[in-house]
């Protein structure tokens, strides 16, 4: 009888050491700098593409809604534009204003998203092709 080997045996430790390192350099060139083409591959980069993906297209999606119509109300609806809310502020100039305050909200929800979502797996895929090194 003839001892047959199972495509779920353990890999000694040597061998993953030389397994992680040649996964790793294979996201290197020959001249030894990240391989962009092979990251572009890597399923690490496509999630962290759709992560971004799913957090950019709403929120443009939502300002550019926004503004549009904000931008049609000014030009179709003057009546209500110009309608008083505090003195002499009126609806109009409140809208307008508050694109700004949009324009921030977006700014700092997206810069707490990247900092927790997206700067964590840009340095493991950083790491892991080699960028970090002196």
């Given at each position: 009888?003839?001892?047959?080997?199972?495509?779920?045996?353990?890999?000694?430790?040597?061998?993953?050491?030389?397994?992680?390192?040649?996964?790793?350099?294979?996201?290197?060139?020959?001249?030894?700098?990240?391989?962009?083409?092979?990251?572009?591959?890597?399923?690490?980069?496509?999630?962290?593409?759709?992560?971004?993906?799913?957090?950019?297209?709403?929120?443009?999606?939502?300002?550019?809604?926004?503004?549009?119509?904000?931008?049609?109300?000014?030009?179709?609806?003057?009546?209500?534009?110009?309608?008083?809310?505090?003195?002499?502020?009126?609806?109009?100039?409140?809208?307008?204003?508050?694109?700004?305050?949009?324009?921030?909200?977006?700014?700092?929800?997206?810069?707490r998203f990247a900092r927790r979502h997206v700067d964590p797996e840009?340095?493991?895929?950083?790491?892991?092709?080699?960028?970090?090194?002196?």
């Amino acid at each position: 009888m003839t001892a047959t080997s199972s495509s779920f045996t353990r890999v000694p430790e040597s061998e993953y050491a030389a397994l992680e390192r040649a996964a790793r350099e294979s996201l290197v060139d020959h001249a030894g700098k990240p391989d962009f083409a092979a990251i572009r591959q890597t399923p690490e980069f496509q999630r962290l593409r759709r992560r971004l993906t799913r957090f950019i297209v709403p929120a443009v999606g939502f300002f550019l809604s926004w503004y549009l119509t904000y931008v049609l109300l000014a030009a179709y609806a003057p009546g209500l534009m110009s309608r008083p809310v505090l003195g002499t502020v009126n609806l109009g100039l409140l809208l307008g204003l508050s694109q700004f305050v949009t324009t921030v909200v977006i700014m700092l929800l997206y810069g707490r998203f990247a900092r927790r979502h997206v700067d964590p797996e840009v340095a493991a895929l950083r790491e892991r092709a080699g960028a970090n090194r002196s």
